[in-house]
């Protein structure tokens, strides 16, 4: 890339670090501006779920897609992030609940004998039976938003999950298009070897007849040989090749690889790499990767934990009441005069100890600082991996044009070497060098074809799933 988009890195610090933390004078350390009071994301610049965006389809193949679209049901790694997704909503509802009342109930029957020697040689045990039944709440008045900072902080953490989630949907789709790409490389690298194949059998054909007809030298014949057994040699690695890649393929499926077979075993073209692919890339859409979202997001994390440490310094109100009612008898247990009932406001402040709020607080500054080196690392990355990538592809797509025009080459010059060598006008030595530059250079064609859409996918992977 060129031009605006290497002024990302200037405008990182100061355009996208807005979080919820009060400004003070510690801001200066961290950032060129300060923070605002309140730091709210911008929801219209975040990404379509990655299984929207569908930035595969593009590649118009049937297989392709279906292939992603089971892998994003069934992997395991997908679901074992959707449920850390789960839990961490879980969790911030948990944490709102501390906005509410504790309220517990009790009831029981109790019996009981006190001792009438306790006081003196005589005296009569006291017994006594009841009944009782009661209601009593605890609740904590979130009078200086400790509560809030608490929830802010999980909320923040749901969306830091989220991203978590998004960011291995991309990885996924990624991974199953690359290896999708691989497989189809290795069985068209197989349909270039078998049709070789075929052709260097009737040049060895021609070479026998040659010999047997006093016109050429069994060294023409074992030469050919050579070209023929070194091309059926590569036949079984590529076989391999191709059944381990279905079976990578199936691992990210979240299936056995017998149920990949028979669809991916039939060899297929490579998709259309030639797409249109902008070259300026603006900031807004770097945002949408997970990565610089989920770094973000724990960002957000870390200031409302400071927030929550710099809470620990003030008091803390307190509700504490019960309701309840004893008797010894069931039917008076409701009498008005068996009713008790306390309530008790309790205002607690920790006035000393031994500065461990202190240096809490700073621990939490210092995540807080560990947070924007990351969130500006995470960016500065994006811009590199966005930068690589196009760069990676607009290279591929000028090599594929050069190599054409080599295949086209080696082909014309492998059809006037055999004609030249049927009619003695040239030694078999011509014939097979340019055999096997035609075999070598068809195969860096399919390489090539490979390694360009193999750019393209990581191309929508460093934007977080496309365009």
């Given at each position: 890339?060129?031009?605006?988009?290497?002024?990302?890195?200037?405008?990182?610090?100061?355009?996208?670090?807005?979080?919820?933390?009060?400004?003070?004078?510690?801001?200066?350390?961290?950032?060129?501006?300060?923070?605002?009071?309140?730091?709210?994301?911008?929801?219209?610049?975040?990404?379509?779920?990655?299984?929207?965006?569908?930035?595969?389809?593009?590649?118009?193949?049937?297989?392709?897609?279906?292939?992603?679209?089971?892998?994003?049901?069934?992997?395991?790694?997908?679901?074992?992030?959707?449920?850390?997704?789960?839990?961490?909503?879980?969790?911030?509802?948990?944490?709102?609940?501390?906005?509410?009342?504790?309220?517990?109930?009790?009831?029981?029957?109790?019996?009981?004998?006190?001792?009438?020697l306790l006081y003196g040689n005589t005296g009569k045990a006291d017994r006594t039976s009841y009944f009782d039944l009661g209601l009593s709440a605890q609740w904590e008045i979130d009078l200086f938003g400790k509560i809030t900072a608490q929830v802010k902080a999980k909320k923040a953490a749901v969306k830091v999950s989220k991203a978590e989630y998004d960011a291995a949907m991309v990885s996924l789709s990624a991974q199953i298009a690359t290896l999708y790409i691989q497989l189809r490389m290795y069985q068209q690298e197989l349909i270039v070897a078998e049709n070789h194949i075929k052709s260097q059998e009737r040049v060895t054909q021609i070479t026998k007849a040659r010999h047997e007809a006093g016109l050429a030298s069994g060294l023409d014949v074992d030469q050919s040989l050579v070209v023929l057994n070194s091309t059926q040699a590569s036949i079984p690695q590529l076989r391999n090749a191709i059944n381990t890649t279905i079976a990578s393929i199936a691992v990210l499926e979240g299936v056995y690889p017998d149920s990949l077979y028979s669809v991916l075993s039939i060899a297929q073209p490579l998709p259309d790499y030639s797409q249109v692919v902008a070259t300026g890339v603006p900031l807004d859409l770097l945002r949408r990767r997970p990565d610089v979202i989920e770094a973000?997001?724990?960002?957000?994390?870390?200031?409302?934990?400071?927030?929550?440490?710099?809470?620990?310094?003030?008091?803390?109100?307190?509700?504490?009441?019960?309701?309840?009612?004893?008797?010894?008898?069931?039917?008076?247990?409701?009498?008005?005069?068996?009713?008790?009932?306390?309530?008790?406001?309790?205002?607690?402040?920790?006035?000393?100890?031994?500065?461990?709020?202190?240096?809490?607080?700073?621990?939490?500054?210092?995540?807080?600082?560990?947070?924007?080196?990351?969130?500006?690392?995470?960016?500065?990355?994006?811009?590199?991996?966005?930068?690589?990538?196009?760069?990676?592809?607009?290279?591929?797509?000028?090599?594929?044009?050069?190599?054409?025009?080599?295949?086209?080459?080696?082909?014309n010059a492998f059809d006037k070497a055999i004609d030249l060598y049927k009619s003695g006008l040239s030694p078999f030595s011509d014939v097979m060098t340019s055999q096997m530059n035609l075999l070598e250079y068809e195969n860096e064609q399919v390489v090539a074809q490979s390694s360009a859409l193999t750019a393209l996918i990581d191309l929508y992977r460093s934007l977080g799933g496309g365009y």
């Open positions: 890339m060129s031009g605006p988009k290497f002024k990302l890195h200037r405008i990182v610090l100061i355009g996208f670090l807005m979080l919820a933390y009060t400004t003070n004078a510690q801001n200066t350390k961290y950032l060129n501006e300060p923070l605002p009071d309140d730091w709210n994301y911008n929801e219209q610049l975040t990404a379509a779920t990655p299984d929207d965006a569908q930035w595969w389809a593009s590649l118009g193949d049937p297989t392709l897609s279906s292939l992603i679209t089971q892998g994003v049901a069934n992997n395991y790694d997908l679901r074992m992030a959707a449920s850390r997704m789960k839990i961490a909503d879980n969790t911030l509802k948990a944490a709102r609940g501390a906005y509410l009342p504790t309220v517990d109930a009790s009831a029981g029957w109790t019996k009981a004998q006190t001792s009438g973000e997001n724990q960002l957000a994390v870390y200031a409302a934990e400071v927030g929550i440490a710099k809470r620990e310094f003030l008091p803390t109100l307190a509700i504490e009441g019960a309701i309840g009612t004893s008797a010894h008898s069931l039917k008076k247990l409701f009498n008005k005069q068996s009713f008790t009932y306390t309530v008790a406001p309790t205002l607690t402040w920790t006035v000393f100890d031994g500065f461990q709020r202190t240096y809490a607080l700073a621990n939490a500054r210092e995540e807080m600082q560990i947070g924007i080196d990351d969130y500006n690392l995470t960016v500065l990355s994006a811009v590199q991996e966005v930068d690589n990538a196009m760069g990676t592809y607009m290279a591929a797509l000028e090599r594929i044009a050069l190599i054409d025009e080599v295949v086209k080459d080696a082909q």
